[in-house]
């Protein structure tokens, strides 16, 4: 018996392109693919060419119809920008792929290829790879416009201190710079007692005020100017003023409380030294070591001022000092600070060496003063108090010197300070050299002081050494640890002008 062999498996036959006669496997056109593209182009009616607008200021690509919007070069967000303004004409054909091809970044070029499928004569589906190139244009956007013209705004915030001394406005200033709450301004404007935020937006000015109302005891009211009105769409235009008034109270500033509101307290004495401003006041009774908190709403309703200016403060030497420990609570007393240590010291006007007049004072500086050590105080004894608070209490409960804080050499403290703030970009008036001590007051502070320092932002000035401990006086220092390295990055390490193509 024979065994015949399996038949083949049947194979596909080829047939002749109907157009030009070349032998084709069959498909539903019965053409081949390059007679079939000469006969069909499924590109046709997409645009070839398009437009991109740039602002080079803020770097940003503008999104039909009014929006402006972050993109890197080669991004997924740029394509989808670049891949919009096409989408109405892609909607007759399948799109496979879409990718950049590189251009250089200066020619203003931007080059799109796209993979796309369509389906054609007698269902045969055609595939077609082409380009799209964009020509950016520069064009300013509405933000940085107003930025460039200064005077274009929308929203005020006005704010001020009716005082004499800065230091709460120096403390705000960093505390804004560490928030980046100055971000959205377009021009901030320093006048002799506040500053001026402008806006280009109200719900902008409206979040610095809510910032502001957070971080120092304050009020504020607000009001609105009619620019212009559009009867026909119903359309007002306001310009936007918020005024913003912070209490004028200072860190070392000497206050009489109403005795209500010193009774409210837990029965602290009238006199006190603020020792701190942050969102509240912190006030601490020098004779008693009893301290308090006002909030802002507080102090509206029951207000005070400061008994002195600080120029005012004289040098006192330490002749003698004993610390007391063992002090009893009051009737009703309210919360001591652990912080401090109550002495009882006598002391004398360094202007007033040549004479053996001293004077006696209970002081909440008892754990840093030592007796020949110089401090900076108020002299309540031979001056002429004009509060009406003070002028009603009883004689015997004034004191007669009140110490504010210890005396260092202020030129060698500069000297030595290793450490620099960073400072908001304003548009100042003619600075003074009490500007300038003022300034230094509050760096002083904020060495003396670790709870405010905790909140700002402290750099490292690399152009001044490190001085050893041996030649410290006891003035207080800020640790390195406590210092953040000042990080400038340059132009051509963000891709700017002068940066070279990376390639592989």
């Not at 389906?119 to 964009?134: C, R």
């Not at 509101?261 to 602290?268: D, I, P, Y």
């Amino acid at each position: 018996m024979e065994y015949l062999p399996a038949p083949a498996a049947p194979t596909q036959g080829h047939i002749l392109c109907c157009q030009c006669g070349v032998p084709i496997p069959p498909n539903p056109a019965n053409m081949c693919v390059g007679c079939l593209r000469a006969q069909v182009d499924i590109t046709e009616g997409i645009p070839k060419q398009g437009t991109v607008h740039f602002c080079k200021q803020c770097e940003r690509y503008l999104q039909p119809p009014g929006t402006w919007i972050q993109c890197a070069l080669e991004s997924r967000e740029l394509l989808a920008l670049c891949l919009k303004k096409i989408k109405a004409s892609l909607s007759k054909v399948r799109l496979i792929d879409a990718g950049f091809i590189w251009t250089e970044p200066h020619s203003k070029r931007l080059k799109l290829k796209l993979t796309v499928q369509k389906e054609v004569i007698n269902g045969a589906v055609l595939q077609q790879v082409f380009v799209v190139e964009y020509v950016v244009q520069s064009q300013m956007c509405e933000d940085c416009h107003r930025v460039e013209a200064k005077d274009f705004w929308k929203a005020v915030v006005q704010v001020r201190q009716k005082t004499v001394h800065k230091k709460t406005f120096y403390y705000l200033e960093q505390l804004i710079l560490k928030h980046r709450l100055h971000q959205n301004t377009l021009r901030i404007k320093e006048i002799h007692d506040g500053l001026d935020f402008y806006y280009s937006s109200k719900q902008h000015a409206q979040k610095m005020v809510d910032f502001l109302q957070c971080t120092v005891p304050s009020r504020s009211k607000s009001s609105q100017r009619l620019i212009s009105h559009d009867i026909h769409s119903n359309v007002y235009n306001y310009k936007s003023t918020f005024s913003v008034e912070i209490v004028p109270i200072c860190k070392d500033n000497v206050v009489c409380l109403s005795p209500k509101l010193a009774q409210s307290l837990g029965n602290m004495s009238q006199i006190c030294v603020c020792i701190r401003v942050t969102s509240t006041i912190h006030l601490i009774d020098p004779r008693t070591l009893q301290i308090a908190e006002i909030d802002g709403s507080t102090y509206w309703r029951h207000p005070f001022h400061s008994l002195f200016q600080p120029k005012q403060l004289e040098e006192f030497i330490i002749m003698d000092i004993s610390r007391v420990h063992d002090k009893k609570k009051g009737a009703g007393a309210g919360a001591r600070s652990n912080k401090h240590t109550l002495a009882e010291a006598w002391v004398r006007k360094t202007s007033e060496l040549d004479t053996d007049h001293q004077y006696f004072c209970c002081t909440h500086l008892g754990h840093i003063l030592n007796p020949g050590d110089l401090v900076l105080g108020f002299d309540l004894a031979n001056c002429n108090l004009n509060d009406e608070f003070a002028n009603k209490m009883n004689p015997q409960h004034i004191p007669d010197v009140v110490l504010i804080k210890k005396s260092y050499d202020r030129s060698r403290r500069q000297r030595r300070r290793n450490w620099k703030l960073k400072e908001l970009e304003r548009d100042r008036e003619a600075t003074d050299t009490d500007d300038e001590r003022q300034y230094q007051d509050f760096l002083e502070d904020l060495e003396e002081d670790e709870t405010i320092r905790k909140n700002v932002n402290i750099y490292r000035n690399a152009d001044i050494p490190v001085e050893s401990d041996t030649d410290d006086d006891g003035a207080p220092r800020i640790s390195l640890a406590e210092m953040l390295e000042d990080l400038h990055i340059s132009q051509d390490a963000t891709g700017g002008e002068g940066a070279e193509m990376l390639t592989e």
